[in-house]
Each structure stands twice: as C-alpha cells, then as structure tokens.
C-alpha cells in the first residue's frame, strides 16, 4: 500500500517561498495512471487542489494561484515537490500531498498526513 | 463550483443522513467522488464514480446522482460515521465543495 509523507519548514516568512517535499514508498511514482497532487486546507475550510505531476513532469495547476506554483518530480528519489512563491498570511493552511487515479475514475486515493505551514513573520 | 447542503447535520447513531452536492454545471459521473475527515486526519475516500465505495467502506453507504445534482446516504449511521464529509468533482483540476459536517 503507497505512504506519502510531507516534510519541510512549517513557518515560513511573508513573501519568502514555501518548499515541500513528499516522499512516496510502497509504490513508485513513475506507475501509469497515477499523478501526484498537493493540495492545501485553511483550518476550518475545505481543500483547495493546489496542481499535480505526473511522472513525465507535465504540470497542471489551480489558476487561482497565478503562477506562483511549481511541482517537480524527483523519479530516482521516488519524491514530488511544490514550490510557492510571495507568500501571505493567505497561504497559512495544512498542505496534504496526495495521488490521484485518472483513468476512467478520477478521484485522489492516497493521501500524506499533512503538514501544518504558517505564514508568519 | 460545488455546493453542499446542509452545512452540518445533527442526528443519532441508526439514523439515516443525506448530504447533497450540487454542481454549478454538469459532472460526469466517473468525476465524482466524496470523501470523509476526522479531526487531526487526512480526508479519506468513501465514495468514486459516484456510487462506487472505495476499499473497506461499508454498505450502508450509497451514493447516486446525475448531472449538477448528487447525494451522499448513510443509512444508518455508526459511531465512527461522524465527521466532515466533502464531495469532488475533476473539470481538468479538482474541486472540493465546502463539507457537511455530521454531528451528533
């Protein structure tokens, strides 16, 4: 069964760049079908998709966050990023990685724990 | 956009709960999914392609719908069945409605 864990500051300084890693074990990220996703939730909210990878590192991300997203993928490292730039306040939230099946179904299957990211000077 | 209704409901272990989620326009069925959150936890997949249950959940729960209209039914409910349900529908990105807590 995939595990994903996230890892990385869990404060970050206002207009600085939040930088998460995940690390995915028990399955690999190259596995057709599967795309790896972060996603965010404001305390009190409900998720927002931030984007996604897939293991060919073609990108797709909210428009919402007007291109101050980037997720990489790492294949030899078994590993998927998200770099967010000019942080706010806004950007406080719990950010899950997380994959998602896209074949015929389309919904998120597996998710990390969750880390708690505040934005704050 | 995803709206979901009601915003929290209050009901007792055996009864039956029926969460709504409309769509701002069509959905295909095999986009549709809802999931369950405990506090302190991840969201957990309960339901895909609509009425499809994911691995190990129950068949008390059944989902249905078409269109812009869906819905989640718990038949009767179980204590571990509290918490903050959300539904998502993939229109080339994800979208999460805004959940329907169950609460006793």
């Known amino acids: 069964q995939v595990q994903l864990q996230e890892s990385g500051p869990g404060l970050v300084k206002p207009s600085q760049t939040l930088s998460l890693t995940c690390t995915v074990s028990g399955g690999s990220v190259t596995r057709d079908t599967f795309y790896w996703n972060w996603i965010r939730q404001p305390a009190g909210k409900g998720p927002e998709w931030i984007g996604r990878v897939y293991a060919s590192g073609s990108t797709n991300y909210n428009p919402s966050l007007k291109g101050r997203v980037n997720i990489l993928v790492d294949t030899s490292k078994n590993q998927f990023s998200l770099q967010l730039t000019s942080v706010t306040a806004a950007d406080s939230a719990m950010y899950y990685c997380?994959?998602?099946?896209?074949?015929?179904?389309?919904?998120?299957?597996?998710w990390g724990q969750g880390i708690l990211v505040t934005v704050s000077s | 956009v995803l709206t979901q209704s009601p915003g929290t409901l209050f009901l007792s272990p055996g009864e039956k709960a029926t969460l709504s989620c409309r769509a701002s326009?069509?959905?295909?069925?095999?986009?549709l999914a809802w999931y369950q959150q405990k506090p302190g936890q991840a969201p957990r997949l309960v339901m895909y392609g609509t009425n499809m249950r994911a691995s190990g959940i129950p068949d008390r729960f059944t989902g249905s719908g078409s269109g812009t209209d869906f819905t989640l039914t718990i038949s009767r409910l179980e204590p571990e069945d509290f918490g903050v349900y959300y539904c998502?529908?993939?229109?080339?990105?994800?979208?999460f409605g805004g959940g329907t807590k169950v609460e006793i």
């Open positions: 326009q069509g959905v295909s069925v095999s986009y």
């Open positions: 997380a994959r998602s099946t896209e074949a015929y179904y389309y919904y998120i299957d597996s």
């Open positions: 998502q529908q993939f229109t080339n990105s994800f979208h």
